[in-house]
């Protein structure tokens, strides 16, 4: 039988079988009056389905494997296309997990369906004391870690209050105390198992601090065994820590004597740190959680198993139910664990898990956003074509035997091939296949021997409502595509504006912008800015876009956004290079600090650009800085750049190479590079670091430069940048 022969017989079967929205209804109804767990209490459903319902289930799976493999024709401007969710039928995940039975039950039908979900549409709730914070009043004036949006703060490797400087250095915390040319050590100090790197025997990994009063957080990464559960990877790699037996722990220290810290309290949550902010004194921690059968074989009487873990001081604890969102099609058995922090009173205010990873977390003052990337399935012929998203399961019919194979009727050649078979284990007691959600008696239907690889990817978005430190899971949503980071993401007047790169046709690339209501939907889109671009930096500025993007020149597009529901293109500005970060300088410009290129695409080197954007129908390049250096971290992580407008000075760390004489050896010059703007900007001085030019952190103190380089602080004044002294760390 031809290729395309078997393609007619499966979209001939897919129209067959395609239930009628009346008949859906009826459907839904019936299963909704008919569903009463017999270990329901108080309104609440056990994890155990009855076996009727998991042969209903079982016949979804078998509408999955047959409509999944008709060719889908799903326009954009009709339903938003979901993914194909092998054993994870949409219906049944929209809610809070009722309880542990029933995470469990979730997260075995993930691991036995793959990792590959669809889009996510719950739209759910959760309750919880409000605590309220205060912001903190620094009496200096100070200019520390850059941030994404004023008054929300992020974690770094230094932090200061003015008076004093918290440097995390390898092993230790340094505490300076900030005097300009009196600057000096006060104290240092160790924190619990640090002697270890993170790794299996090994101990506690700092990676970033926040301070808020007299509390400073040390944000660490602890991995160790789960109690009662194997924990060997299972492929003979013993030197690697599964992800999922690894916590992200605050270590709350009082700091209201800064000669002697003292730890009060450790505050933990399983997975690895994803993102933090702080705000009006509560502390916001973001981490990812995988489980995975390799690492830990989840067990339906350790929740710690298949659950996140919070920590206490060392006392571990599954999550409650009430506390994990499941969403409709996770895309992976990955938790976000968000859990938020009374800096003042050094306590857990709340937490909340949403089964489905955050690749990346944006805050503003009311809302902590997430966004995670997810795939459906698309079959491999049909790359290129429009039809790129395998549906979603489909419910059948009750008169539909689900207990035998089903197989197409016979084409016009008299032929027939059977397209879908019961499993046939070795041992024909062994279970281990079946989705524990469906009962052991009930044959499981294999999808259909076809080539399917990963469709385009979306981006899944989730806002948890802030009040004073309390979490409430308020909306999810979809966009097309993938963001480049959390400057990608911007609330503004309640609504969400998205910068993502797509796949389109062919997969090529394109460049899109969206807009979402607070419910997060979709009412406002530009769908293709370019194509064959992808997004490289985005700024938003209340009503105005910036989003650059990049495949031979650098188009800079100036965006109004100013009617939600009508996005529109200002300007374009096309330049050689691209800049992988844009900074607000003033009202009427905008500094972009990249890459250098040529017409052809061709990049490399620094260039700090400033547009003129006074005119947005007009942006043009007002100067253009190659600088004579080969990398910045600051391209690539926006806390080491250092920008103060008022006292208009720029600074960011930089790296030449050169080649040495005796071979491939190459020799590399760090300095810290500071900017002056007096109209235009000029290169004010460098400063010759002691190391290499990464983890390189400036601040400004009433005035006065702190450098730290990775060996020492480096105390400058602004006037002329005279040395005043010098204090080493390491």
């Known amino acids: 039988m031809t290729n395309d022969a078997t393609k007619d017989i499966f979209a001939d079967m897919a129209n067959q079988m395609k239930p009628g929205d009346e008949l859906l209804a009826a459907l839904d109804a019936r299963v909704n009056a008919a569903w009463q767990p017999p270990n329901a209490v108080d309104g609440k459903r056990s994890g155990r389905s009855p076996a009727w319902r998991g042969r209903l289930l079982a016949g979804l799976l078998a509408a999955a494997c047959v409509v999944g493999l008709a060719v889908a024709n799903l326009a954009k401007g009709g339903a938003v ?59 200096h004036d100070v200019t520390g870690t850059n941030v994404q949006v004023a008054g929300i703060d992020e974690p770094d490797i230094v932090k200061t209050n003015g008076e004093q400087i918290y440097i995390l250095s390898d092993t230790e915390v340094v505490v300076l105390l900030a005097d300009g040319a009196a600057t000096r050590e006060v104290s240092r100090f160790s924190w619990p198992g640090v002697t270890g790197s993170g790794t299996p025997g090994g101990g506690v990994m700092a990676n970033e601090m926040m301070l808020h009063g007299d509390t400073l957080a040390l944000l660490t990464l602890r991995c160790g065994a789960v109690e009662g559960a194997t924990t060997g990877m299972g492929r003979g790699d013993d030197y690697a820590m599964p992800a999922n037996t690894c916590y992200t722990e605050a270590l709350l220290y009082d700091v209201s004597d800064p000669t002697a810290p003292r730890l009060v309290t450790t505050l933990g949550q399983s997975g690895w740190l994803q993102g933090a902010r702080l705000q009006n004194g509560v502390l916001y921690l973001v981490s990812n959680y995988s489980v995975f059968t390799d690492a830990v074989e989840i067990s339906p009487d350790i929740p710690e198993t298949f659950a996140p873990v919070l920590t206490d001081d060392g006392a571990a604890s599954a999550m409650e139910p009430s506390d994990i969102v499941i969403c409709p099609a996770p895309s992976a058995p990955n938790y976000a664990v968000i859990s938020s922090i009374n800096m003042t009173t050094r306590e857990r205010i709340d937490q909340q898990s949403v089964l489905g990873a955050a690749d990346t977390s944006y805050m503003s003052a009311d809302n902590l956003y997430l966004a995670g990337v997810t795939y459906g399935m698309v079959a491999l012929d049909q790359l290129g074509s429009d039809a790129t998203v395998m549906p979603e399961p489909t419910l059948v019919p009750d008169d539909v035997d689900v207990s035998k194979p089903i197989a197409p009727t016979a084409d016009d050649t008299g032929k027939s091939d059977t397209v879908v078979a019961t499993p046939a284990p070795d041992d024909p007691g062994d279970t281990s296949a079946v989705p524990p959600s469906i009962p052991p008696d009930v044959e499981v239907i294999e999808p259909l021997p076809y080539d399917v690889v990963p469709s385009t990817p979306d981006t899944n978005l989730v806002r948890i409502a802030l009040t004073d430190g309390t979490l409430n899971v308020a909306a999810n949503g979809t966009v097309p595509g993938w963001v480049i980071g959390q400057f990608a993401l911007d609330e503004y007047r309640g609504n969400l504006r998205v910068a993502v790169s797509t796949n389109g046709k062919d997969w090529a690339l394109n460049a899109a912008l969206y807009v979402l ?129 008022r006292l208009g000075l720029v600074a960011f760390p930089v790296t030449s190479y050169s080649n040495m004489e005796d071979g491939d050896k190459f020799n590399s010059i760090n300095e810290y590079a500071v900017y002056r703007d007096s109209g235009v900007f000029e290169l004010a001085t460098t400063i010759r670091l002691a190391g290499d030019a990464y983890r390189v952190r400036g601040m400004l103190i009433d005035g006065v430069l702190y450098v730290y380089d990775g060996s020492a602080v480096r105390v400058c004044d602004t006037a002329d940048f005279d040395l005043l002294t010098e204090v080493p760390v390491r």
């Open 517 to 645: 209501n607070p419910n997060l939907e979709i009412i406002g889109r530009i769908e293709s800015l370019i194509t064959d671009e992808s997004v490289q930096s985005v700024r938003f500025m209340g009503e105005i876009g910036y989003v650059v993007t990049f495949r031979q020149t650098d188009p800079l597009f100036a965006i109004d956004l100013s009617d939600p529901s009508a996005p529109t293109v200002m300007s374009t500005l096309h330049l050689p290079g691209f800049s992988s970060y844009l900074h607000p300088w003033g009202t009427d410009r905008l500094l972009g600090l990249g890459f250098q290129g040529d017409e052809n695409g061709l990049i490399g080197g620094i260039k700090l650009a400033v547009f003129d954007v006074s005119d947005l129908y007009a942006v043009f390049e007002s100067q253009a800085l190659a600088l004579e250096y080969d990398y910045s971290e600051a391209q690539y992580d926006h806390h080491a750049v250092l920008a103060d407008e």
């Open 81 to 139: 296309p979901g993914g194909w969710v092998p054993f994870l039928p949409t219906r049944f995940v929209e809610r809070v997990a009722s309880d542990y039975g029933d995470l469990y039950q979730t997260m075995r039908t993930l691991l036995n369906a793959g990792f590959y979900g669809g889009r996510d549409t719950a739209v759910v709730s959760a309750d919880s004391a409000p605590v309220a914070g205060a912001p903190e009043a620094l009496t």
